[in-house]
C-alpha cells in the first residue's frame, strides 16, 4: 500500500466499478496526458514558467501558454497523446518541440527549440477551476461600417468588476498580442476585452488606410460595449495602450464619458513624425558614426519629410541614387514609389495627441520601459506629465521599468535565455485597474 493511485489507476479503478447496461458504450477514458499543466522549463541557467492545456477528445483544444514571453493560448500542432505527449510549437522562423512522459500527476521530458540547447521540462497536472478561474467569450462590435471582433476575458465570480478595453501597437497585431495581460488582469477580478484590430484575424477594414482618429474609435466602440455588460462596474472603466496603443489612449477617452481611467505604456507624444525619427536614428546609432551616421540619418529624414507632408517623390530618389550602395541604405527600408506606406504616412506621420492630453482629467498611468529604443523615455514622460499638471490633472502615477525595452521586457541574458516581463509588470497594472488613481507621481 505504499505510493498513492495515480491519475491512471484511478481511471481503471472508476472503469471496473461502473456498471455498463448492456448495449450501451464504455465511459471514454481521456490520455493520461491530458489535462491542464503548470510548471517550468529549464535551459541552462535560465527558466521560464509555462501551462499546457490539453483536452484530447473533440474538440480538439491544445494550447501553450507562457506568460511572461507574452504567449496565452497559442495553438498546438501534431499533437499526439497518451501516456506520453508530443506536440509542436511552430513559428514563422523557429520551431519548440515538447515531448513528455506521464507519471500520475507528474509530467517531465525534453523542450527543444531551434537554435538554442535542448531544455528539460517538469509539470504538474492542476484542476481546471485552478487554471483559469475566468471564462473568456467571442464578442463583435460595429465601428459605423466597420466590424470587429475580439475575446472578452471574464472573471467567474459573481458581481460587478472593474474592466479595461486593450488597445494594440503598430502594425497589424491582433488580440493574441495582449492575451497575456487579459489573462492577468481576469484571473485577479478584472474584465477585459481583448480584440483584432482592423483588417487582422477576423476584424473587418483595414489599418493601413486607416487614420488615427479611426482606429481611436474602433476603441471606442469596444469601451462601449464594455460599459453595457451587466458584470462590469462602469466607474472603473479604462484602456490600456501599448505603443501605438498608449498614443491613442487620450485620443480614445477625450471623446468618451464612459473611460474613466487610461494606461499608457510606451506611448509617444506630439507629432508621430517625431517617434519615427527618434526610432530609426537610435537603431542607426548602435552601427554607424561619424559623416556615414550623418548621411543615413539626413536621408531618412527627407523621406519622412517627403513622405508627411504628400509632396513629389523625384528629390528623394535622386538623392538616394547619388548616395551609392551603401549597406545602411537597406537599413532604412524606403518603400517603392507604389506602396501603401506613402500615403498611409501622410494620414499620420504628422498626428499630434499633445491636445487631447490636455484635455484629460481622468487618473492616468504612464509605464516606460528605461531602455525603449523605439520612443524616448525621459522626454515623453516629461512632456505628458507636463501636458497634464498645467491643464489641471496631477492624477498621474509613472513608473518606469530598469533593464526593460519598448515591450517592457528584460531581454535575455544569453542565447540560451528567455525574455521575461520586467518585475512589477503586469501586476502594476492589475492594481491600477482595481484601484485608479490612487498613485501620484
Known amino acids: 500500500m505504499g505510493a498513492s493511485l495515480g491519475y491512471r489507476d484511478v481511471l481503471l479503478a472508476l472503469a471496473i466499478v461502473l456498471f455498463v447496461h448492456p448495449g450501451t458504450s464504455p465511459p471514454v477514458v481521456p490520455p493520461a496526458a491530458a489535462g491542464h499543466w503548470e510548471g517550468m522549463v529549464h535551459r541552462g541557467a535560465s527558466q521560464l514558467a509555462i501551462r499546457l492545456d490539453l483536452a484530447g477528445g473533440t474538440p480538439n483544444r491544445n494550447v501553450f501558454s507562457a506568460p511572461d514571453v507574452g504567449a496565452i493560448d497559442i495553438p498546438l500542432s501534431h499533437v499526439r497523446l497518451g501516456t506520453t505527449l508530443h506536440a509542436e510549437l511552430v513559428g514563422d522562423v523557429t520551431t519548440t518541440v515538447i515531448d513528455g512522459t506521464v507519471d500520475g500527476n507528474v509530467m517531465t521530458g525534453t523542450f527543444r527549440e531551434t537554435h538554442a540547447r535542448d531544455g528539460t521540462l517538469r509539470l504538474h497536472r492542476i484542476a481546471a477551476s485552478v487554471a483559469q478561474p475566468y471564462v473568456t467569450q467571442p464578442v463583435t462590435f460595429v465601428n459605423g461600417d466597420v466590424h470587429l471582433a475580439g475575446t472578452v476575458y471574464a472573471p467567474r465570480a459573481s458581481g460587478k468588476h472593474p474592466a479595461v478595453v486593450l488597445v494594440q501597437g503598430s502594425g497589424p497585431e491582433g488580440r493574441w498580442a495582449t492575451a497575456y495581460i487579459a489573462d492577468a488582469l481576469a484571473r485577479h477580478g478584472v474584465v477585459a476585452l481583448s480584440y483584432d484590430k482592423r483588417g487582422v484575424g477576423a476584424s473587418g477594414g483595414d489599418w493601413r488606410t486607416a487614420t488615427f482618429d479611426d482606429l481611436a474609435a474602433d476603441a471606442r466602440a469596444g469601451v462601449h460595449l464594455l460599459a453595457q455588460r451587466a458584470d462590469v462596474d462602469p466607474s472603473r472603466l479604462g484602456v490600456y495602450g501599448h505603443s501605438q496603443g498608449g498614443l491613442l489612449a487620450p485620443v480614445i477617452a477625450e471623446n468618451d464619458p464612459e473611460v474613466t481611467w487610461i494606461g499608457d505604456a510606451d506611448g509617444s507624444v506630439g507629432p508621430q513624425y517625431l517617434q519615427d525619427l527618434f526610432r530609426v536614428n537610435t537603431a542607426l546609432a ?34 538616394m541614387a547619388e548616395a551609392g550602395d551603401p549597406d545602411w541604405l537597406d537599413l532604412l527600408a524606403i518603400p517603392d514609389d507604389d506602396s501603401w506606406i506613402w500615403p498611409w504616412y501622410a494620414k499620420t506621420g504628422n498626428y499630434d495627441n499633445s491636445r487631447a492630453w490636455g484635455i484629460v482629467r481622468v487618473p492616468v498611468l504612464i509605464l516606460f520601459g528605461a531602455n525603449d529604443e523605439v520612443v524616448a523615455p525621459r522626454e515623453s514622460i516629461a512632456q505628458t506629465v507636463s501636458i497634464l499638471k498645467a491643464h489641471g490633472n496631477a492624477n498621474v502615477t509613472v513608473h518606469v521599468f530598469p533593464g526593460a525595452d519598448h515591450t517592457l521586457r528584460i531581454p535575455p541574458a544569453g542565447r540560451d535565455g528567455w525574455p521575461h516581463n520586467a518585475a512589477g509588470f503586469p501586476d502594476m497594472l492589475v492594481t491600477f485597474a482595481l484601484h485608479p488613481g490612487t498613485g501620484s507621481r
Open 286 to 319: 548602435k552601427r554607424y558614426s561619424g559623416q556615414t551616421l550623418a548621411d543615413a540619418e539626413k536621408l531618412y529624414a527627407e523621406f519622412v519629410d517627403t513622405a508627411r507632408n504628400g509632396t513629389p517623390h523625384a528629390r528623394l530618389r535622386t538623392d
